[in-house]
């Protein structure tokens, strides 16, 4: 098991469009991936349980990986919540 802490750097925070990006990311794996943020956890990456967690930038969260290449996985995870997610208008 690995822990690591990231920081939400997105403006708008992690909304719908890169919840999808980051649970397409793992959705493949499996190990274990739990996500805390201020005593709330959740226990599986899903766009959904990402968007209860509503996540705004500087928020603080750790990501915790049980499994294969934990370390790659913590840290892929890492740099997706820590993206600027650039979306052209709608």
Do not use: C, W
């Amino acid at each position: 098991m690995i822990s690591r802490k990231a920081t939400i750097m997105n403006q708008n925070g992690i909304h719908v469009r890169p919840s999808k990006i980051i649970a397409a990311s793992v959705a493949d794996y499996p190990g274990k991936i739990s996500v805390s943020k201020d005593g709330y956890t959740v226990n599986s990456i899903s766009a959904m349980n990402l968007l209860t967690m509503a996540l705004i930038e500087h928020d603080q969260i750790v990501i915790t990986v049980t499994g294969k290449k934990e370390e790659l996985v913590a840290k892929n995870l890492a740099e997706l919540f820590e993206s600027h997610f650039d979306f052209s208008p709608r």
